[in-house]
């Protein structure tokens, strides 16, 4: 099994055989707690996926630091804490938007609680590479404690007993034996089921102190603790989309009949398009709602009045083979201009990491974008797009740029696109000439994915 189809499929039937969503560590619920990170896990091994978000010694130091400094802010902070209507959790990504940084995929919720004259309470994260939202944040939620939560892992794991879970040990005789890699489930779950002990202390105070009747966050996947609180208190929990939702998205495609624990009671889609696309959990129910910071632009260019550009859109998954198929795209095709669009957790390391990229840095063929160009504006100019897996090949389509998705292991989360015929999947070493031949179908329902 080399393809993540072929590795989802026998997945999802290791879960049914064994019945995992009924195994239980003292009422913890753990396989939800692991399941996305040991599928990750798996795909690395086997060599289909890199680690999507790595971080460099520059920026765990960072992060480090950001961590006590808010921690310190978070004392005065809890001070001014009182009743609450809603509970907002923020993403790390932040865009400029009407001149302030905002959160992309809250803006509009926060606009409309305003509009209702709902109160909330608006916990930020000092992330490795997000802006803060500055007097608007109540509390970070990213704290102190996470400094010394592996340290007393360490000390204090051997407590977790696990020995009388046989289930765990077939399963990773099952993954050794089909997919030759090893796979420390048992490691994997108690550093899972320690964090939410930990974790969930911290949001059972948080949620009795503030008493909100609602949560809104972005990510539900690694909120487990937070959830678990807020259900134990009949609050109402609604995650809002921030990227691709489909069936090899293991933290949203549940293929069964009962209740997941742990997931939000909502989610809040672009479209409708997002609902149609997964096999979500029975005890979720679905909506959808506008997003004005992921449509900024006005004015979308016509696709005959962009430049001839082509934009590559890099992820950390797939950022060093997508980069050396860009250098090899310029050194072939030496009149084109090319964009590299990098996604944050790759803009302190693809120098070091895109080594192939890299050669062409100062050149005028090639510009390498961080965060001096928006996304959005890239879109607006360039007439081809080039990816993967990235929810900006969607959005690429409401910009009416010609969009192609290349033939490498992650490309299947674009299936569904390239069966309607709005993209198409390219080989590696595509040259402009063909680029600029292929005809695509062009996007005329574009509320269908983005309301």
């Given amino acids: 099994m080399d393809n993540l189809k072929d590795i989802r499929d026998w997945f999802i039937n290791i879960e049914k055989n064994y019945q995992v969503f009924d195994l239980k560590y003292k009422n913890i619920a753990f396989w939800k707690l692991i399941r996305k990170d040991l599928f990750e896990e798996i795909l690395m091994k086997r060599g289909l996926i890199e680690q999507g978000h790595p971080m460099s010694v520059a920026d765990k130091f960072k992060r480090i630091v950001l961590l006590i400094k808010y921690s310190i802010l978070n004392i005065s902070k809890r001070k001014n804490l009182q009743d609450y209507d809603v509970l907002i959790l923020s993403h790390g990504r932040k865009i400029k938007y009407k001149g302030d940084y905002v959160d992309a995929y809250l803006y509009d919720i926060i606009e409309k609680l305003k509009i209702e004259n709902k109160n909330y309470l608006f916990l930020d994260r000092p992330d490795h590479y997000g802006k803060h939202l500055g007097e608007n944040v109540g509390l970070y939620y990213e704290r102190f404690g996470h400094l010394i939560r592996d340290g007393l892992y360490k000390l204090f794991s051997w407590k977790i007993k696990l020995q009388g879970i046989k289930i765990l040990k077939d399963i990773e005789d099952e993954i050794k034996q089909k997919l030759k890699i090893n796979i420390k489930i048992t490691h994997l779950v108690k550093k899972k089921i320690f964090r939410f002990y930990f974790d969930k202390k911290f949001y059972d105070k948080l949620l009795d102190k503030i008493k909100p009747k609602e949560i809104y966050l972005v990510v539900s996947y690694g909120k487990e603790e937070l959830i678990a609180a807020a259900k134990e208190r009949g609050i109402l929990v609604k995650e809002v989309q921030h990227g691709v939702i489909n069936n090899y998205h293991m933290g949203y495609y549940f293929p069964v009949d009962y209740e997941i624990p ?190």
């Avoid at 909502?266 to 398009?273: A, L, N």
């Avoid at 900006?392 to 696109?417: H, P, R, W």
């Avoid at 031949?437 to 996007?443: A, I, Q, T």
């Fill in 262 to 451: 742990y997931f939000p009671d909502e989610i809040i889609t672009f479209g409708e398009y997002w609902i149609d696309s997964v096999k979500l959990p029975i005890n979720n129910i679905q909506s959808v709602n506008e997003f004005k910071c992921l449509k900024p632009l006005n004015n979308i260019l016509e696709y005959k009045l962009k430049s001839d550009d082509v934009l590559f859109i890099s992820q950390g998954t797939i950022g060093k083979q997508l980069s050396s198929i860009a250098a090899d795209f310029i050194s072939k095709n030496k009149d084109v201009k090319v964009y590299y669009k990098l996604h944050p957790s790759e803009f302190n390391n693809w120098e070091e990491k895109y080594k192939d990229l890299y050669l062409f840095k100062d050149t005028q063929q090639l510009e390498v974008i961080t965060n001096q160009l928006s996304i959005y504006y890239l879109l607006n100019k360039c007439k081809y797009v080039i990816g993967v897996n990235s929810t900006a090949i969607f959005e690429s389509l409401l910009y009416n740029c010609k969009t192609f998705v290349v033939n490498i292991e992650g490309y299947q989360y674009m299936d569904d696109l390239i069966k309607r015929g709005y993209v198409k999947l390219i080989s590696t070493n595509i040259s402009y000439s063909q680029l600029k031949k292929m005809n695509l179908k062009p996007l005329k329902n574009k509320q269908y994915f983005y309301y």
